[in-house]
């Protein structure tokens, strides 16, 4: 060996990430159940033991996902890739899509349609807005040859939902199908994918199941299966093709096709025992609970929400930038100062609004007080005019009313 042909090895510490409380959009804080999950052994993807703990996944998510779907199971990356498989498995050249865009995720939808080379259909809503079904209903009928629809679930760019059920049924009235986003949704608002009939849907791991980033759970139902293996050309990706993936994931007759994330697995393992151990229905109520009490400590502080009423996400808040007020340095503020994230306003809201995020185990009473704490502190230092623990006072009125635990998880 000569010597002097190596680059030389970079000398660096071991890193250390600081403690944060991350109430922006995504990623939720993960618990230490969580983490510890992770740090078990890592075992061969193909152990018929990991075999067991996928095929309990599986339960799990059908759970979170309300459905029977037997084709549910966690994409081995992140929720954008969750997206791209629906639309690479699902749309074929030349096929007609409409897509419902009010915010930053619809947008990326539509020109996943366009890389599969379908024929795009927008359908556009003002960020802030849900989407409008009379638009959709209109739509379908000027492009009766439309075979999906698409469309989010709830906005995490503007903090608005959009009426699932409704879409769906004005979709299959015109015989397509529908693609939903539910990455910001699952787990702390209603997804119901077998009673509302979603075709096609797919979440995150790091938003409402507070797990470590960088899987995609994604259930497909009997019609897409169909319209999937009917295709006449084949999926573009091979690592999407869902055929290929399948054979992986069905139990039996498990078979290499990638690596899958083990310890990443085991941590999904957990998060969703944990929401299994709360129950849907608890955590959508602690989630909707804690929004109230986020919603009174803001207006406590002469603050207000982007979002009508009936529209809101209680899991991501969307809160105006008061004139006069320096959107960044509050932001900057709250994480140098207080160790809280929260989120930037992206696109059309760009400095415009704030993203409090309550999502998953951030969806706490102690989150909720320990946001509006250091918002009025970092708020006074701009000269905003604040009457000292009225915020937290106004909280924890909604939560007396709304009863003494209900804030926190089981
Ligand atoms: C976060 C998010 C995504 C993308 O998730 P990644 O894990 O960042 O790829 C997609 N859709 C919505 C609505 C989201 O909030």
């Not at 996928?54 to 037997?70: G, H, I």
């Not at 994480?335 to 993203?355: S, T």
């Not at 704490?373 to 006074?380: G, H, I, M, N």
């Amino acid at each position: 060996m000569e010597t002097g042909t190596v680059i030389e090895a970079p000398q660096l510490p071991s890193f250390y990430p600081p403690q944060r409380i991350l109430l922006g959009p995504g990623p939720s804080n993960v618990l230490q159940r969580v983490l510890d999950a992770m740090a078990r052994p890592t075992i061969g993807h193909l152990d018929p033991r990991f075999g067991e703990m996928m095929e309990q996944v599986k339960v799990l998510l059908r759970y979170a996902f309300q459905t029977e779907n037997s084709l549910t199971f966690p994409i081995s990356a992140p929720a954008s890739v969750g997206m791209e498989s629906c639309f690479v498995n699902l749309v074929e050249p030349g096929d007609k899509v409409i897509v419902c865009a009010n915010g930053v995720f619809g947008r990326r939808m539509a020109e996943n349609v366009k890389r599969c080379r379908g024929e795009l259909v927008l359908v556009e809503d003002a960020w802030g807005k849900p989407v409008d079904p009379q638009k959709v209903e209109d739509a379908c009928l000027a492009h009766p040859d439309a075979r999906i629809l698409a469309f989010v679930h709830a906005e995490t760019s503007t903090g608005v939902q959009s009426d699932v059920k409704l879409l769906t049924e004005i979709a299959h009235r015109h015989e397509a199908l529908v693609i939903v986003d539910a990455v910001t949704s699952l787990g702390s608002t209603p997804v119901l994918v077998d009673k509302w009939g979603i075709d096609a849907v797919y979440a995150g791991s790091q938003k409402g199941l507070s797990c470590t980033p960088g899987l995609s759970p994604i259930s497909f139902g009997e019609r897409a299966i169909e319209k999937l293996k009917s295709r006449k050309t084949p999926v573009s990706s091979w690592f999407m093709d869902l055929n290929l993936v399948l054979a992986y994931w069905n139990q039996g007759r498990r078979t290499y096709h990638h690596t899958a994330p083990v310890n990443a697995l085991y941590a999904l393992h957990e998060s969703l025992l944990m929401l299994a151990e709360e129950g849907l229905e608890a955590s959508w109520m602690r989630h909707r609970s804690n929004h109230l009490a986020l919603l009174a400590g803001l207006q406590a502080l002469g603050l207000e929400l982007l979002v009508e009423e009936q529209s809101r996400l209680p899991q991501l808040n969307a809160v105006l930038v008061p004139a006069g007020v320096s959107e960044t340095q509050v932001r900057d503020d709250m994480l140098n100062l207080h160790d809280v994230e929260i989120g930037a306003g992206l696109g059309d809201l760009a400095g415009k609004i704030f993203r409090v995020g309550l999502m998953g185990n951030g969806s706490s009473r102690t989150n909720v007080n320990t946001c509006l704490l250091a918002l009025e502190s970092v708020l006074a230092a701009q000269g905003w005019k604040i009457s000292p623990g009225a915020a937290v006072a106004a909280a924890e009125q909604v939560w007396a009313s709304t009863g003494r635990m209900a804030g926190e998880a089981g």
